[in-house]
């Protein structure tokens, strides 16, 4: 099995979009200070709420990431990891806190190969393909 900083470096991803639900007395608020000039915008808000509440429980994260034996960040795989994989006969359990890309050069046959698991506590990029394949897998 490769080493795992003998993986393919991957590119910085896109931020990843998500939804909230927002009672309106918060969302005036919010609205006011943004008016008010302490952010720039809604997001600027979040984004700064979100890091501060992770900065907070940091150390839990620390703590749970190394219990859980997560990768911290991005992992990325192309085939020939897992063409590596599997002529060494292992097989792969994937464990990400972060973002985990699977190349599109990553046929399903070869991911339900080598891929014993995957749980992804981020955002998994792979073929919609691959990940039909994988769907049993995940966790």
Known sequence: MPARNALAPATRPADEKITINIGCVDLGQIDLL???????????LIRTA??????THGEAVRDVVTRKT?????????AADLLAVKAAGTQLR????????IADDVTP?????????????GALH??????????DRIG
């Open 34 to 44: 943004v008016q008010e000039g302490f952010y720039a915008n809604r997001t600027d």
């Open 50 to 55: 979100i890091r501060n509440q992770l900065t």
């Open 70 to 78: 997560l990768v911290l960040g991005i992992q990325h795989y192309c």
């Open 94 to 101: 994937i464990r990400v806190l972060g973002l985990a890309t």
């Open 109 to 121: 046959k070869l991911a339900l190969a080598t891929i014993e698991s995957l749980t992804v506590l």
């Open 126 to 135: 792979a073929s919609p393909a691959v990940k039909a394949a994988l769907h």
